[in-house]
């Protein structure tokens, strides 16, 4: 894959992720008396873990983009990092922090 094309999907990647993240802040709207109401504690609750859940994934995708970048600079981008064969241009377009082939990715999931 063209260096270029490579700079352009991660940046785009990044910026979608740190879009992302200030958006998961749960914002209280219950009225003061609700704030002892068991069904309103639990339902925020729910939100709270949900939020911080998917704040963890998306940390973890912005690690992976940190990764792919550091691929990038050292020319090992588009390289699986576990077998070392390309990794093909229309699975980096789809993926653009993929790290392993196809093949490898479904033998790690099984």
Same mark, same amino acid.
């Given at each position: 894959? $063209?260096? !270029?094309?490579?700079?352009?999907?991660?940046?785009? +990647?990044?910026?979608?992720?740190?879009?992302?993240?200030?958006? *998961?802040?749960?914002? !209280?709207?219950? +009225? @003061?008396?609700? &704030?002892? !109401? =068991?069904?309103?504690?639990?339902? $925020?609750?729910?939100?709270?873990? *949900? !939020? &911080?859940?998917?704040?963890?994934?998306?940390?973890?995708?912005?690690?992976?983009?940190?990764?792919? &970048? /550091?691929?990038?600079?050292?020319?090992?981008?588009? #390289?699986?990092?576990?077998? /070392? *064969? =390309?990794? =093909?241009?229309?699975?980096? +377009?789809?993926? @653009?922090?993929?790290?392993?082939? #196809?093949?490898?990715?479904?033998?790690? &999931?099984?």
């Amino acid at each position: 894959m $063209d260096t !270029d094309r490579a700079r352009e999907l991660l940046a785009a +990647e990044r910026a979608r992720i740190e879009r992302a993240l200030p958006r *998961l802040r749960h914002q !209280d709207d219950s +009225e @003061p008396a609700d &704030e002892f !109401d =068991p069904a309103n504690l639990a339902s $925020d609750l729910y939100q709270d873990e *949900l !939020d &911080e859940g998917l704040a963890d994934d998306l940390r973890e995708q912005l690690a992976a983009v940190e990764r792919a &970048e /550091g691929r990038l600079a050292a020319g090992t981008y588009g #390289v699986s990092i576990e077998s /070392g *064969l =390309p990794i =093909p241009d229309e699975r980096l +377009e789809a993926v @653009p922090t993929a790290e392993l082939t #196809v093949e490898e990715e479904r033998a790690r &999931e099984r």
